[in-house]
């Protein structure tokens, strides 16, 4: 008989469990230290973790510059350019076409830190963009593919999409702050809160813990062994004559 494969180690999803059990049973979560960065008053960093960052856009309009005039005195030979030259004019019509189609586009690594008032993403060429949740008009969880993607409204700019393991974490820590206690009803988000799903929506392969701190991961982890503890005393506990 051979033994149950075991999960693969995922510390952000072991986080993000933690989290909301902890949130679900009132426990304020550790203050996320987070230096050299200003924030407005009463902001409280909740964490910080690395992503996959996209934005969903259309490509530049290429510059086909003027078409040369067809200059031939040969009948034939005119014939036969003005067909190559429909030819590549359909070509770079289809590729003008697929390039006017939005696409993820800008794809990179990035750090992101999530507060209690934003998203904040780093520049490539140094300092962060603000995603404030005020000013959000979509914001779509997928836990399984651990994606978050944000749409902004009067297209204040282009959607945002935010890929890894660490995207539980700060899928979990916006809806918080967008939805109020109304994240604990969002089935979007009820894996998080559900030990057997907690388990089989776990990434097939070994998650980095990227910036996740000792102390947060420590947090997390000590609310969901209590969670747990007090399931299994409830579930061996005998129901008989017990109003359920």
Not at 75 to 94: C, S, Y
Not at 178 to 204: E, H, I, S
Request: with cysteine.
């Amino acid at each position: 008989m051979t033994a149950p494969r075991a999960a693969p180690h995922d510390p952000w999803w072991d986080y993000a469990h933690g989290c909301a059990t902890a949130l679900t049973q009132g426990h304020e979560p550790p203050a996320h230290p987070v230096h050299g960065l200003i924030l407005e008053p009463g902001e409280r960093v909740r964490t910080h973790a690395p992503a996959v960052y996209s934005r969903l856009q259309r490509g530049p309009a290429a510059d086909r510059g003027g078409r040369a005039p067809i200059m031939a005195y040969n009948p034939t030979l005119m014939l036969g350019t003005m067909a190559v030259q429909a030819l590549a004019d359909r070509r770079r019509n289809r590729q003008d076409a697929q390039q006017a189609q939005p696409e993820w586009r800008m794809t990179r690594p990035a750090s992101v830190i999530t507060t209690t008032e934003r998203i904040m993403c780093n520049r490539p060429d140094g300092g962060w963009l603000s995603f404030w949740y005020q000013d959000l008009a979509e914001h779509h969880i997928d836990l399984p593919r651990r994606t978050l993607v944000m749409a902004f409204h009067h297209q204040q700019c282009a959607p945002v999409r935010l890929q890894g393991p660490a995207t539980p974490a700060i899928a979990l820590w916006s809806a918080v702050q967008v939805y109020g206690d109304a994240w604990k009803t969002d089935p979007r988000l009820t894996a998080l809160l559900t030990p057997r799903a907690n388990q089989q929506q776990r990434q097939q392969e070994p998650a980095g813990r990227g910036g996740l701190s000792p102390e947060a991961y420590q947090w997390a982890q000590r609310n969901a062994a209590a969670h747990r503890a007090r399931t299994e005393q409830q579930r061996t506990q005998p129901t008989s004559g017990r109003e359920l």
